[in-house]
């Protein structure tokens, strides 16, 4: 488990978490054993936890241990004889301010996901008003499976915040995405839920008062009047960043280059088909906006001259004469008023990591998101991404396993919000 100070549970979190009353689910998996961590680390952040766990996470580890570490009775089966309370399920999930799942298994989250309450745990998740975090934990396939993936999409749909799995090594010997995520993350996500006051589900309202302001999209460079330069972007990268803003709270507008994925709802959209009219759009709209991010793949050449007509075919060679186009990016991060975030994505193929900090470092980015567009998966016109987000403050980058772009989004606004918290402390 890594230090307190590393999991942002510093010295103050006995304080600032003393007495909030958290439960704690346990289900079935062979990561089981590591919701002692998560445990132990909300008690030395001053929570009060209850464990609740299903009969099979018994298996992998015992009510006793939970019952040790917690001093308090552990329910598994709200009927059996020896529990105290027979309708643990009620009392239970409304006295908690918080319910942590962790780790939870496919077999879990498609029954949250479907309202199915067949046993102590999944009753709670039912009966709770409480917000809710999941971490989930199980094989690479059944994780990758697009019922597993469906039934996340419907969990985050209502409000449940997901701890992404981390890559590795697997007890089955696989190696992919489906570890449960470090418990020191798990903890971490779980108090900032808490400090972001939220009773009652919904999606952690964390970037409410925040205009974010979002480029999307492939830009258009006409060469003549039928022909132009552009690129794959879907624009579905950005969409999700405004989604994922949006459900945080905050007020969102995109500025959308040519996309073939449809805007989400409750979000404002504007137009702009070249790098001129979106740099156009951006410097126009930057002014109300708190952050920016720019997902975007603008062209960086234009043809210098567009022709007026046609260009006629011929056997001839044709040379085009390109100019580079307004970095639209560099110039909001130059002109930037005090409290905009700036944040930027790179488009890689080679030393990822390198070449994206060198851009955050010459464009003067608060953060930049590096897509490895090697990896399956990953990049232009995909449902899903890997990223690395990078930010000027934290030397080590976040290198991500493969993940939908709506929780890549989240991944990204969750460095947002963070920035933003510590630019109100200093
Ligand atoms: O739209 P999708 O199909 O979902 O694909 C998503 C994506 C791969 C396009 C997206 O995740 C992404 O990486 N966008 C940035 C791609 C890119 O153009 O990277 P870059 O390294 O060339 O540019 C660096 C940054 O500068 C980007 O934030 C870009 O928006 C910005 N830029 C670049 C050139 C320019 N003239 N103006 C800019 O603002």
């Given at each position: 488990?890594?230090?307190?100070?590393?999991?942002?549970?510093?010295?103050?979190?006995?304080?600032?978490?003393?007495?909030?009353?958290?439960?704690?689910?346990?289900?079935?998996?062979?990561?089981?054993?590591?919701?002692?961590?998560?445990?132990?680390?909300?008690?030395?952040?001053?929570?009060?936890?209850?464990?609740?766990?299903?009969?099979?996470?018994?298996?992998?580890?015992?009510?006793?241990?939970?019952?040790?570490?917690?001093?308090?009775?552990?329910?598994?089966?709200?009927?059996?004889?020896?529990?105290?309370?027979?309708?643990?399920?009620?009392?239970?999930?409304?006295?908690?301010?918080?319910?942590?799942?962790?780790?939870?298994?496919?077999?879990?989250?498609?029954?949250?996901?479907?309202?199915?309450?067949?046993?102590?745990?999944?009753?709670?998740?039912?009966?709770?008003?409480?917000?809710?975090?999941?971490?989930?934990?199980?094989?690479?396939?059944?994780?990758?499976?697009?019922?597993?993936?469906?039934?996340?999409?419907?969990?985050?749909?209502?409000?449940?915040?997901?701890?992404?799995?981390?890559?590795?090594?697997?007890?089955?010997?696989?190696?992919?995405?489906?570890?449960?995520?470090?418990?020191?993350?798990?903890?971490?996500?779980?108090?900032?839920?808490?400090?972001?006051?939220?009773?009652?589900?919904?999606?952690?309202?964390?970037?409410?008062?925040?205009?974010?302001?979002?480029?999307?999209g492939a830009t258009r460079e006409e060469i003549d009047p039928v022909r132009f330069i552009s690129n794959h972007s879907s624009?579905?990268?950005?969409?999700?960043?405004?989604?994922?803003?949006?459900?945080?709270?905050?007020?969102?507008?995109?500025?959308?280059g040519s996309t073939t994925?449809?805007?989400?709802?409750?979000?404002?959209?504007?137009?702009a088909v070249s790098a001129g009219e979106m740099r156009d759009?951006?410097?126009?709209?930057?002014?109300?906006?708190?952050?920016?991010?720019?997902?975007a793949a603008v062209a960086d050449y234009r043809p210098a001259a567009r022709a007026g007509g046609k260009i006629k075919k011929s056997d001839a060679a044709l040379s085009l004469t390109l100019e580079p186009t307004p970095d639209i990016?560099?110039?909001?991060?130059?002109?930037?008023?005090?409290?905009?975030?700036?944040?930027?994505?790179?488009a890689?193929t080679e030393?990822?990591?390198?070449?994206?900090?060198?851009?955050?470092?010459?464009?003067?980015?608060?953060?930049?998101?590096?897509?490895?567009l090697?990896?399956?998966?990953?990049g232009f016109d995909?449902?899903?991404?890997?990223?690395?987000?990078?930010?000027?403050?934290?030397?080590?980058?976040?290198?991500?396993?493969?993940?939908?772009?709506?929780?890549?989004?989240?991944?990204?606004?969750?460095?947002?919000?963070?920035?933003?918290?510590?630019?109100?402390?200093?």
């Amino acid at each position: 488990m890594p230090d307190e100070q590393s999991n942002g549970v510093g010295a103050a979190g006995g304080a600032e978490f003393a007495g909030r009353r958290v439960a704690l689910g346990v289900s079935g998996g062979i990561a089981a054993y590591k919701a002692v961590e998560v445990l132990r680390g909300l008690q030395r952040a001053g929570c009060e936890v209850r464990v609740g766990m299903t009969k099979r996470a018994c298996e992998f580890v015992t009510p006793l241990t939970f019952r040790a570490l917690s001093g308090s009775h552990v329910v598994v089966d709200d009927y059996a004889p020896e529990n105290p309370d027979p309708i643990a399920h009620i009392t239970f999930s409304q006295s908690v301010e918080l319910f942590v799942v962790a780790p939870a298994t496919a077999n879990v989250i498609a029954k949250f996901a479907n309202g199915v309450a067949d046993d102590f745990l999944t009753s709670t998740y039912l009966a709770s008003n409480a917000p809710v975090v999941v971490a989930p934990a199980m094989n690479t396939t059944m994780l990758l499976h697009p019922a597993t993936q469906r039934n996340l999409a419907l969990l985050r749909a209502d409000g449940v915040r997901v701890v992404e799995p981390d890559a590795g090594e697997m007890a089955c010997g696989t190696i992919g995405p489906g570890r449960l995520s470090d418990p020191g993350l798990i903890v971490a996500a779980a108090l900032e839920v808490l400090r972001a006051g939220g009773r009652g589900r919904g999606p952690v309202q964390d970037l409410a008062g925040e205009r974010v302001l979002v480029t999307t999209g492939a830009t258009r460079e006409e060469i003549d009047p039928v022909r132009f330069i552009s690129n794959h972007s879907s624009g579905r990268m950005g969409f999700a960043v405004a989604e994922a803003a949006r459900s945080r709270g905050a007020e969102v507008l995109v500025v959308a280059g040519s996309t073939t994925a449809p805007p989400p709802a409750g979000v404002r959209v504007v137009r702009a088909v070249s790098a001129g009219e979106m740099r156009d759009a951006v410097m126009r709209e930057v002014g109300g906006a708190t952050v920016f991010v720019a997902a975007a793949a603008v062209a960086d050449y234009r043809p210098a001259a567009r022709a007026g007509g046609k260009i006629k075919k011929s056997d001839a060679a044709l040379s085009l004469t390109l100019e580079p186009t307004p970095d639209i990016l560099a110039e909001v991060s130059a002109a930037r008023r005090d409290g905009l975030l700036v944040v930027g994505f790179a488009a890689e193929t080679e030393r990822v990591v390198e070449n994206a900090l060198e851009k955050m470092r010459r464009k003067n980015l608060d953060a930049i998101v590096a897509n490895d567009l090697t990896q399956d998966g990953a990049g232009f016109d995909t449902e899903t991404n890997v990223v690395t987000v990078i930010t000027r403050d934290r030397q080590t980058p976040a290198a991500l396993p493969l993940m939908s772009k709506l929780d890549a989004a989240h991944r990204v606004l969750d460095e947002v919000a963070r920035l933003r918290r510590l630019s109100k402390t200093v």
